[in-house]
Structures are given as C-alpha cells and as structure tokens.
C-alpha cells in the first residue's frame, strides 16, 4: 500500500499546486505546534513562500512583517547572505557524521568560540531548546550523583518560568496549558517567586522587587538544600510569562545563594541569548556566570536546529573517568551537526564584524521612541523594554484577545502573537526605522481592532 501510494504521488506530482490546495493539504497531514488543530477551521494557516529580510511573502506577494522573529531565532533577517553562504560551503565539505567517536572543524571551532565568550568550558549539544534544558538537567544531577550525593536530584524553577515542553523540561515550567494536561508524567520540584517587576508593591522599584524575590529563593534553598541540584531560570526576562522583565541584581543574589547553599546555578539563554538583551548574553549585565549555560533559538540565526550547554570545568571533571557509568552518556543523532555549527560560526561572524551590540543599541533607543506612543494607550499598561524586546499588557480586553490581535495584526501586513494579554515585539535586528514605525502604526491598528472585535475565542495563550 505505501509503495502504490508513493508511486501515486511520483506520477501526479505534488507541486505546484494552489494556495487553498496547500492549507487543505497541511491540516490534513501536519499535526501543528502549539495549535488547537480544529481552530483552524475558523483561523485559517497562513501560507508561507519564501522571506526577505525581516519580512515573510506568501505565494500571492502577501508581506508580514515578521515582528517576532518566527519564534525568536531570526536574528538577521530571512535569506542573511553570509549565513547562507557559509551552509553552501559546508555542504559542499560533510553534511552531517556522528559526533560520538568522531569530530569536525566546525564544531571545535564553535566550541572554542563559545567558550571564550562566556568563560565555560566543553560544549555538549542537542537539537532545540526542550533539549538543551534537558541535558543541563540530567548534567545537573548526574554531577552529584558522581559526587556520592544522588540525594540532590530536584531543582528549583521560578513561577511564570518556561523551559520546554519535553517531561523533564516540563518538570521546571510553570504554564498551565503546556503543563497540566502531563501532570501524572511530569516529577514535582521546587517553586520560587518571580523577579517579575509587574508585582512589585507600590512605591518599590524593579531592583526591590529583585531583592524581595531573592528572600524567597534564599528561604527554599536553606530549607532545601541538600536536595536541589540547580536553579534554573531565565536571565532578566521570562519570555512566556509575559515577557516578565526583572532587574539584574535578582542573578547576582541568585549566583551569591547558590554558591552558598552549593547548587548549581542554570542559566537559559535559550531566547535572551545573542542580544535579545541587549548583551550578547544576558547574564553579563549581572557580571555573573552560571554552572551551565543553555543556548539554542538564534544560535544559528534561525536557519538550522541546534542547541548547546556549556559547562563549568569543574562539572566537566566531575564526568571524566575510567568507568563508563560515570560518563554522561547523553546523545542526538544530529548532535554537533556541521552545517547547523557552520551556520553558528556565521553568527558569532556577523556579531563581531557588524558591532550588533553597539548597533543594537542604537536601534532600540530610536525604535523605543517610535513603539512608546503605544503606552499612551487607554487600556495599555507596563509598557516595557529589554534591550531588544518590547512588550506591553492590555488590561480589560475581551477573552480570546490574543486571537484576535494576530488575526488583526497579520490584516496590517504584521506578524504578531500576543501572549495572553501581553503583545510584544521581538524583531530581527536588521529591521529598518521606517519598518520600526509601521510595526508600531499597525500595531496600534490591530490593537483597536482587536479591543473593539465581539468575535469570542478561548483564552489561551499564544507564545
């Protein structure tokens, strides 16, 4: 039966075909992310062709400005010639070979580089976000476990915190739609309170609300110590919180508490890495460096699947043995990929000869004029800023907003996909200022549209 049906497509051919034909097509075949598949008899797919710079084309010449970065992993825009150009020549060299046994330029390169940047030691890499934070925490626990205390094998998240929707990634978020339906799967562990400075008290600042959320952090740690292997968290913003923004000062207490109650601290940067932040990472404007560091999502600019944890060196040594059991045995098939490294050298290219930090700064000082006439609106409240993210919240909006603001955002020609009641922009750095400004006139379009739209939908967040 599968050798006829393959056949059958080989002779009727499955291209070109109409743009009705391919919506059709996909809901009958792809099982969507993050998607309520029968929504999507009354919120149509939106078909994709090809991209351009920081914009997405559809196959009628249909133009979204792509506002978050297709899930946060384009950093220079659809189709960076040099990204591109460096895949080209590695695939010309090895497309891909087993990294268990074997190695390749371009993953010890990427390695030493990353080190240098952040003063860590080996390079262990997956596939994807879910991964990276699924290695720190086997690493994490596997640590202690060689240092004969297999007891501190739990760890400590913090509220609103997402980290993955894999079991153990699950195991360290705190969303509801994405946790609860796998609550018998996924093992219970220790809930801090968020940095967030949205719930700070009146009269306190984002650095009070920090220290009042260490005093927690500290109060577990003491409590339970000698059960925890990390903390984890997501440095200064927490993306699907809300795009909660919190004040440096929370990592140095953070950083301080772990060391004194000797747990790991787990920094993932998996999207506030490579100048979300403002910083190429975000735990320098702490001046801290975690025990483990998670990085996937723009590592590649957005072309190529690839995650990484860099390791302390003592957490390295604590693995290097004689007896295979103490090993971390952990593994991808496409694992150190060398056309996924070969596009993450591109990046760390561009960032060093295009100045992006300094020119990134710039941006978002000009852009930040343009996006703060949102604020003025009536139901807008936190209008807030992080280096390259904006965010703002939208107070008391019909349910099913979030649907409704993308559905409106993509009539102004804009990719948009409000979490909750939080709209937020999350660009690629080469957006232009005139774009800057078109992102933010259609934004407040579709934010009136979506105020005053009576369609109801379910109020689920869409990240």
Partial sequence: M?????????EHGLAPFGQNDLLARSRAAVWH????????????LVPIERGEGAWLIGPDGERYLDAVSSWWVNLFGHGEPRIKNAIKQQLDKLEHVMLA???HRPVVELS???GELTGLGHAFYGSDGASATEIALKMSAHYWKNQGRENKNRFVYLAGSYHGETIGALSVTDVPVFRDAYSGLVRGNFIA????????????????MAEEASVGLAALLAAHHSDIAAVILEPLVQGAAGMAMYHPHYLERARALCDRYQVHLIADEIAVGFGRTGSLFACEQANIKPDLLCLSKGITGGFLPLATVLSTDEIYDAFYDEEVG????HSHSYTGNPLACAAALAVLDIFRDDHVIAANAERAARWGEQFEVLAEHAQVKHFRNTGMI????????????????FSAALQQGLLLRPIGNTVYFMPPYVMTDDEAALLARGAGEALEQALAGPEEWDDAPVA
Avoid: Y
Wanted: include cysteine; charged fraction near 30%.
């Fill in 33 to 44: 992310p993050c998607t309520q598949m029968k929504r999507l008899e009354r919120l149509p």
């Fill in 390 to 405: 904006w965010a703002f919240d939208v107070v008391d909006a019909l349910p099913g907003f979030a649907q409704r603001m």
């Fill in 112 to 114: 030493e580089r990353l």
């Fill in 101 to 103: 046994g074997f190695t």
């Fill in 193 to 208: 309170p968020s940095p967030d400075w949205r719930l700070a008290h009146a009269n306190a600042d984002a650095r009070d």
């Fill in 2 to 10: 599968l050798e006829f049906k393959l056949d059958s497509q080989i």
């Fill in 326 to 329: 103490r090993g971390f045995l």
